[in-house]
């Protein structure tokens, strides 16, 4: 039963409701590397939508109780400047886009129970489930009010339809997003990356370029020198000799 709504005003009702620390459970450096990627990576893709992680989501004004925190949720709204501790459904804006990265241990959670609760109480478009070291990977869309699951085409990946990605793991069973054309998607911190690779790439390029064209201009004036000191062009000789 939902507790009864403090009538003390406050400066901000967020305030109100707990982040629920006691919950938190330690995660694998793997997990924590899936879902730092798949945020990171959907809040540099998608500028205009705020993207968070591990945030209590209520759905019932008051109830402190009942909640989820997926590890991936998209909000239509920008980043705000400083972000609220919970999400509140009845006063935040929409959700669009939820995900989460489950386990064999948390299979019957997640495509149980949870399903319902973003289906039914928080009417979230979509719902992305992944178990990346099995291979799982299923996405519900909000269909006439109700969840519709959307099959996975032949290369395995799913579309969604609010963020316009597509979702697949790659070549090491990591779970990637990519664009309409399959560009994958990279992290701030991954696109650094590859610039400053392709940067050392391309210093490396023109520096053994300058040292071809150094060794050429070394090897044309010790093929002049040459011909000077004998008197002759070796080479106009040789063209006579045929």
């Known amino acids: 039963m939902a507790e009864p709504f403090p009538a003390v005003l406050v400066e901000d009702e967020h305030d109100l409701y707990p982040v629920h620390?006691?919950?938190?459970?330690?995660?694998?450096?793997?997990?924590?590397?899936?879902?730092?990627?798949?945020?990171?990576?959907?809040?540099?893709?998608?500028?205009g939508l705020w993207v968070t992680g591990d945030t209590c989501l209520y759905w019932e004004r008051g109830?402190?109780?009942?909640?989820?925190?997926?590890?991936?949720?998209?909000i239509a709204c920008p980043p705000?400047?400083?972000p609220k501790n919970v999400y509140l459904a009845w006063s935040d804006p929409p959700l669009l886009f939820v995900v989460e990265v489950g386990s064999r241990s948390t299979l019957a959670a997640d495509?149980?129970?949870?399903?319902?609760?973003?289906?039914?109480?928080?009417?979230?478009?979509?719902?992305?489930?992944?178990?990346?070291?099995?291979?799982?990977?299923?996405?519900?869309?909000?269909?006439?009010?109700?969840?519709?699951?959307?099959?996975?085409?032949?290369?395995?990946?799913?579309?969604?339809?609010?963020?316009?990605?597509?979702f697949g793991y790659d070549a090491q069973g990591?779970?990637?997003?990519?664009?309409?054309?399959?560009?994958?998607?990279?992290?701030?911190?991954?696109?650094?990356?590859?610039?400053?690779e392709a940067e050392q790439r391309a210093q490396s390029e023109a520096a053994a370029r300058a040292e071809?064209?150094?060794?050429?201009?070394?090897?044309?004036?010790?093929?002049?020198?040459?011909?000077?000191s004998v008197g002759t062009d070796p080479v106009a000789d040789q063209d006579e000799q045929n």
């Open 174 to 196: 990591f779970l990637r997003a990519y664009t309409p054309t399959g560009t994958m998607l990279l992290t701030h911190e991954e696109e650094r990356s590859r610039r400053a």
């Open 111 to 166: 495509t149980g129970p949870k399903v319902e609760t973003f289906e039914r109480l928080l009417a979230v478009p979509e719902y992305l489930y992944a178990d990346p070291p099995r291979g799982d990977l299923r996405l519900w869309r909000m269909v006439n009010d109700r969840y519709t699951p959307v099959p996975r085409e032949a290369d395995g990946r799913v579309w969604s339809a609010q963020l316009e990605v597509w």
């Open 63 to 74: 109830d402190k109780k009942r909640y989820v925190a997926p590890d991936v949720s998209v």
């Open 212 to 228: 071809a064209e150094r060794r050429l201009t070394e090897l044309t004036a010790e093929l002049e020198r040459l011909r000077r």
């Open 80 to 82: 705000p400047p400083e």
């Open 21 to 47: 620390e006691e919950d938190s459970v330690p995660e694998t450096p793997r997990h924590f590397w899936q879902v730092t990627y798949l945020a990171a990576a959907l809040q540099s893709h998608l500028p």
